[in-house]
């Protein structure tokens, strides 16, 4: 069975830098891509839990291998750096829900 951290990366790391950018550019652009993925997840079935899980993954990477683009980004990159494993997963239930919130 495939593992969700290495397929997640092999994604983030394939995707061309040109739409890595135009996503991280503005904190608006990031909350769209979210919640383009978060609608995605729910229309395959997803829980909130398993979407949560995708979102710490996707944290997890950029924090490794992005800079913040913006004031937004810098802010989570180190809030994500300081917060322990069960903080960091309320904080992707979090982000979550913004996403399905982004207009």
Not at 27 to 43: A, I, R, T
Request: glycine content about 4%; cysteine-free; charged content about 40%.
């Amino acid at each position: 069975m495939a593992d969700p951290k290495k397929q997640a990366e092999e994604k983030l790391d394939n995707m061309s830098e040109n739409k890595k950018e135009d996503i991280l550019e503005s904190f608006s652009e990031f909350q769209q891509y979210l919640k383009g993925k978060v609608e995605k997840g729910e229309s395959l079935g997803l829980s909130e839990e398993q979407m949560a899980k995708g979102a710490e993954r996707v944290a997890e990477y950029l924090k490794n291998h992005e800079s913040p683009k913006n004031t937004e980004e810098k802010l989570l990159q180190e809030m994500w750096q300081v917060a322990e494993d069960d903080e960091k997963h309320k904080m992707a239930h979090v982000l979550v829900k913004l996403a399905k919130k982004a207009g």
